[in-house]
């Protein structure tokens, strides 16, 4: 198993910043692929971004092209999503999750993670 922890979510201006943390435990940590997907009030949950552990390779959805960045710290088992430049619509509940076996191209739907945390809330206001 493997347990998955966000934290840095919060209230924050239109315009603003922030860096979301997802740090890994459980299990010797050898997955894959690690990802943050959104969800939104009333719509489905989207991918955001996702980063291949072992290479550090990333693939982000075009609606966050150039002001979201994600990384990993391979040592603290922990990897972030860098938000700038925040918009009322970016307004949602922010999932990490993990998936363990290697595939073609980036994992990018939520069916293909194994393992998810609890979320963390971001809501930006206009």
Known sequence: QVQ????????VQAGG????????SGRPFSSYYMGWFRQAPGKERE???TISW????????????GRF????????????LQINRLKPEDTAVYYCAVRRLLKPGFPT????????????QVTVSS
Do not use: M
């Open 47 to 49: 991918f955001v971004a």
């Open 54 to 65: 072992r290479g550090g390779n990333t693939y982000y959805a075009d609606s966050v092209k």
């Open 4 to 11: 998955l922890v966000e934290s840095g979510g919060g209230l």
């Open 109 to 120: 739907t939520s069916y293909e993670y194994d393992y998810w945390g609890q979320g963390t």
């Open 69 to 80: 960045t994600i990384s990993g710290d391979n040592v603290k088992n922990t990897v972030y």
């Open 17 to 24: 910043s922030l860096r979301l943390s997802c740090a890994a």
